[in-house]
């Protein structure tokens, strides 16, 4: 089952914009390996929007999953640039130290910054 979660992309993000995100703890479900990802996208109205795709998802591959929190995060890829900020209302802040390593990991060559802001 470890391996089923290692095939769980780290990071799913519109290629372009401002929008929700949310930071998503996935847990085997029965055993001890989890990981968390970032899953962000303009479609979403409300970052729980973003949460009742992902979970069913994760569920049907077996696992079973948490939202740590939520923020938006602006991304430009003409400038290569990410910046990670704001809060869900639904589920509170998510770490954004740890949304940025993740989002480090998969776009490497970008300029990638994080703050409490709300805006």
Known sequence: MADALAKV???EIDPEGTFKYILVRVKVKDGEASKDI?????SAQYH???F???SPAMEAL??????????KIEHNSQEKK???FGEST?????DHSVSAEKL???FSGYEITWSDDTK
């Not at 639904?90 to 998510?94: D, M, P, Q, S, W």
């Open 9 to 11: 992309p780290d990071v």
């Open 104 to 106: 480090k990991s998969a």
């Open 62 to 71: 077996g696992m079973e999953c948490k939202c740590l929190g939520g923020g």
């Open 52 to 54: 009742e795709k992902v």
């Open 48 to 50: 729980n929007h973003i």
């Open 82 to 84: 990410l910046r990670v």
């Open 90 to 94: 639904v589920f509170g802040k998510a």
């Open 38 to 42: 970032v899953r962000g996208t303009k």
